[in-house]
């Protein structure tokens, strides 16, 4: 498929030397970069929300119990 893009010089420039490295055409050496950046794993770094409330991050060996949570709570005035 052809489609005209604005890429800047020094990424064309590494596009061109990759393709001559590897013998394939500028088109391809795109291609297969931008395939590669789409399809990588990519960490989920948005903060997880439960009924509309940010969830505080998980730590290892901060276990909370119910019986710590309604000691807590009868704390409440």
Request: charged share 25%; glycine share 4%.
């Amino acid at each position: 498929m052809r489609t005209t893009l604005a890429i800047d010089d020094d990424v064309l420039n590494a596009a061109r030397a990759i393709a001559v490295q590897t013998r394939t055409s500028v088109g391809e050496v795109i291609s297969d970069l931008a395939r590669r950046s789409i399809t990588q794993a990519k960490p989920d770094t948005s903060p997880e929300f439960r009924n509309g409330i940010r969830l505080l991050p998980h730590r290892k060996g901060a276990v909370v119990t119910t019986e710590q949570i309604n000691a807590l709570r009868d704390e409440l005035p």
